[in-house]
């Protein structure tokens, strides 16, 4: 994940963690798909989906939308 594309970007643990907020865009890559299907490289977690000021723990069964 690029952090130019980043919404927000904070750092934990003196760095060892970053926590991301990201925006998904109508077209790309995770776009339409489910948690469990994504190919996100190793140490990558989803932690929070938030729709519609909603925020979710996803599951495997939870699928991204676009914005």
Partial sequence: MRQSTALGVENFAEGRVQLRRLRIPD???FTGKLV???KIPAGMLI????RDHDVIVPGGSDGLQAG
């Fill in 27 to 29: 077209s790309g890559p």
């Fill in 47 to 50: 932690t929070a989906i938030d």
């Fill in 36 to 38: 469990k299907d994504l």
